[in-house]
Nanobody, 128 residues
Framework: QVQLAESGGGSVQAGGSLRLSCAAS????????MAWFRQIPGKEREGVAA???????YYRDSVKGRFTISRDNAERTLYLKMNGLTPADSAIYYC??????????????????????WGQGTQVTVSS
């Protein structure tokens, strides 16, 4: 069982930046695919970015060049640096973990079905 706790959300103006953090309770996350998802009430949860155990990164098209996902396995922490935020980025952001996979491989990195463990979410609000 992995418990995930997000932090770093908040309210910013368009063009601003935020850095989200996700602390994992597991003994190790080295072999886990880790990801960030977001959800607007009434809409489906969508994958934003993912990172494999070998540090391969995946992004949805709308955030490429603006968001950067990273992980610190020693600290068991996942990050999402978000630059150039727009109102369309406003959502609740969730941290997710696949649980152990072979070498931490992400099979379908931006799909909800690949992840077993989820955080409670942190709100990001971007005003125009």
């Amino acid at each position: 069982q992995v418990q995930l706790a997000e932090s770093g959300g908040g309210s910013v103006q368009a063009g601003g930046s935020l850095r989200l953090s996700c602390a994992a309770s597991a003994y190790t996350i080295n072999a886990n695919c880790m990801a960030w998802f977001r959800q607007i009430p009434g809409k489906e949860r969508e994958g934003v970015a993912a990172i494999s155990g070998s540090f391969r990164e995946y992004y949805r098209d709308s955030v490429k060049g603006r968001f950067t996902i990273s992980r610190d396995n020693a600290e068991r922490t996942l990050y999402l640096k978000m630059n150039g935020l727009t109102p369309a980025d406003s959502a609740i952001y969730y941290c997710a973990s696949s649980g152990p996979t072979s070498w931490g491989t992400c099979t379908s990195p931006l799909e909800v079905k690949d992840y077993k463990f989820w955080g409670q979410g942190t709100q990001v609000t971007v005003s125009s």
